[in-house]
């Protein structure tokens, strides 16, 4: 496996344990995220410290067992592609929410350039409301 895909791998694995250092490894200054246009976090943040504002902060605090399962990791070498499950339970309406997503990654030597998700927005707005 290349690289990138040990790197993307051990982001999943942060994901998993709830270590956001290991989360943020492959994250630069300049490192793109974009959120989908009509997920609750919809845009692109760029940097570790917009990511982790803009998104991971806010999952924290309006999700309850927030978790992402991948079931499959596809290495491109330059680009990586992550397919799984999220899942979770929003706290302010009690409501279970469970989509499948896709994860695109574009990578240069071990850094990630930017992120791009893909999901099923409906379902997690049905669970927020």
Same mark, same amino acid.
């Given at each position: 496996?290349?690289?990138?895909?040990?790197?993307?791998?051990?982001?999943?694995?942060?994901?998993?344990?709830?270590?956001?250092?290991?989360?943020?490894?492959?994250?630069?200054?300049?490192?793109?995220?974009?959120?989908?246009?009509?997920?609750?976090?919809?845009?692109?943040?760029?940097?570790?410290?917009?990511?982790? +504002? =803009?998104? *991971?902060?806010?999952? @924290?605090?309006?999700?309850?067992?927030?978790?992402?399962? /991948?079931?499959?990791?596809? $290495? &491109?070498?330059?680009?990586?592609?992550?397919?799984?499950?999220? +899942? =979770?339970? *929003?706290?302010?309406? @009690?409501?279970?929410?469970?989509?499948?997503?896709?994860? /695109?990654?574009?990578?240069? $030597? &071990?850094?990630?350039?930017?992120?791009?998700?893909?999901?099923?927005?409906?379902?997690?707005?049905?669970?927020?409301?």
């Amino acid at each position: 496996m290349s690289r990138n895909y040990e790197v993307i791998k051990a982001h999943y694995a942060g994901s998993d344990t709830k270590d956001l250092a290991a989360m943020m490894a492959p994250v630069t200054d300049r490192t793109a995220w974009t959120e989908m246009a009509g997920f609750p976090y919809a845009g692109t943040y760029v940097g570790a410290d917009a990511i982790i +504002s =803009g998104v *991971f902060k806010r999952i @924290g605090e309006e999700w309850e067992g927030y978790a992402l399962k /991948v079931d499959k990791l596809v $290495d &491109g070498d330059t680009t990586i592609v992550g397919i799984g499950t999220y +899942s =979770g339970i *929003f706290r302010k309406t @009690g409501k279970a929410m469970s989509a499948r997503v896709v994860h /695109v990654w574009e990578m240069q $030597d &071990g850094k990630a350039v930017s992120f791009e998700q893909f999901t099923d927005t409906k379902l997690v707005a049905a669970a927020m409301g």
